[in-house]
């Protein structure tokens, strides 16, 4: 069953985009540029990939989502909420005492969130367990993992995509929102990954590398999954921290900073105007 928001996926995005930015004013809380980066990536998988329904979270035959970057979680509430799975003024509760939408994605208060993220490192190795079990339980459903790029620091993240290939996970896709900077500073400058992409073919996943804000590109990869036929398929996407607000977009300060007095109605001009 799919219940999808009658929008196309530009116009999702932008909704989500809004939402990033007044949660994050509203409750005066960081990680708006990793939300602002993945915004598109959401908008193809819950406007026109995933199958659920929003009235059974639990429903069996759902594919699975995980947000390995569960810091970014804004952007997941945001697209959970237009989705209906939860009304929309609950997202006026984002990092409040009592939520049910608490800073970090958590499966235990949040309708649609399949496992509680945050702690890097982590989504992917879950993934690969839920896709693994499907596969043995004779399942059809998909696992889906966007992963952030700092977080392809973690050894543990490098096992699991070892992992995956030897076991023909076909039934796993990856996405790696690739926007180059991380919690303290450029991906490069941090722990290089170059060539991303590269890594993953070695590790025996069937990869591409897009742009990761062109909604027609994510669409058709996705659309295609399994990629190759006994593989797990990894897609980089290449984003930009803080994507649809000029003075956010490439700027590590706002991995941590909300925008605050007339930076809120700037940033709402800048993604109105998409």
Not at 28 to 56: E, K, M, T, W
Not at 138 to 143: I, N
């Amino acid at each position: 069953m799919n219940t999808k928001p009658e929008v196309s996926t530009a116009e999702l995005a932008r909704r989500i985009r809004h939402h990033i930015i007044v949660m994050a004013n509203r409750a005066n809380a960081s990680h708006i540029g990793s939300g602002l980066s993945v915004a598109d990536i959401l908008a193809v998988l819950y406007g026109r990939i995933l199958r659920f329904d929003p009235q059974r979270p639990g429903w069996p035959e759902r594919d699975r989502f995980i947000l390995s970057k569960g810091h970014s979680c804004a952007a997941l509430y945001a697209v959970l909420a237009e989705c209906g799975f939860f009304p929309m003024q609950t997202l006026e509760t984002y990092y409040q005492n009592g939520t049910i939408l608490p800073g970090h994605a958590t499966h235990k208060f949040t309708p649609g969130v399949e496992a509680s993220t945050g702690s890097l490192g982590h989504g992917l190795p879950l993934g690969v367990g839920m896709a693994l079990a499907a596969k043995r339980d004779g399942k059809t459903h998909r696992v889906f993992v966007v992963l952030s790029d700092g977080e392809c620091d973690e050894g543990s993240n490098w096992e699991a995509a070892l992992f995956a290939p030897h076991h023909k996970l076909d039934n796993l896709v990856v996405l790696v929102d690739y926007n180059k900077i991380q919690s303290l500073g450029n991906v490069k400058d941090v722990l290089d990954l170059d060539p991303l992409a590269d890594k993953w073919r070695a590790f025996g996943w069937a990869t591409q590398e897009l742009n990761g804000h062109d909604v027609v590109a994510l669409e058709k990869a996705l659309s295609g999954v399994p990629a190759q036929a006994g593989r797990p398929t990894c897609i980089v996407a290449n984003t930009i921290k803080g994507k649809g607000v000029s003075f956010m977009e490439n700027k590590l300060q706002y991995h941590y900073t909300p925008p605050r007095g007339d930076e809120l109605p700037r940033a709402l001009a800048e993604v109105e105007a998409k």
